[in-house]
């Protein structure tokens, strides 16, 4: 059997096969004979066509105020770290004001901004009208 004649056979439908299609030819459905109303007719040329104004993003955007995610309102405890040190018990009975301490682990001017034990980023100490800032320069790869 060659290919052609597969596409020559009709199929049979029943009434009942909720599945069928209806006809294409079915009487009293073809809209194609009845004309459209002349206030309905396509313009003939673009000149008629009314002209649409262009879309602007930001204009859609300029009554609305932007939606926030709630999760954006989560506040979230962080800590500044500057290095670490090893003391033994008694070392750290001995600390009191005017001791110095070797930290190590990281260099002088830099700190790594965590939540919890994991880092976020890493960045330099900066002075912020006399408070003490991080500037942000190299941010962890995410988890």
């Known amino acids: ?13 029943s009434s009942e096969d909720e599945y069928a299609t209806p006809s294409l030819t079915d009487e009293g459905d073809d809209d194609s004979s009845t ?3 002349a206030d309905t007719a396509w313009p003939a040329h673009e000149d008629e066509r009314p002209v649409e104004e262009p879309y602007h ?9 932007p ?8 506040s979230m405890a962080l800590t500044l770290r500057c290095g670490t ?13 005017g001791t110095v ?20 980023a890493e960045g330099e100490l900066v002075d912020v009208e006399g ?3 991080l500037q942000i320069t190299r941010m962890a790869s995410p988890a």
């Open 131 to 133: 408070r003490l800032g």
């Open 67 to 74: 939606t926030l995610d709630p999760l954006d309102q989560l």
């Open 101 to 120: 301490l070797e930290v190590s682990g990281i260099t002088p001017g830099y700190a790594t901004l965590c939540h919890g034990e994991r880092v976020l």
């Open 35 to 37: 004309p459209m109303p």
């Open 1 to 13: 059997m060659a290919n052609e004649t597969l596409y020559d056979d009709e199929l049979e439908m």
């Open 57 to 65: 993003p930001d204009d859609a955007t300029a009554d609305t105020p």
């Open 85 to 97: 040190l090893t003391m033994s018990l008694g070392e750290l009975r001995r600390v009191a004001a």
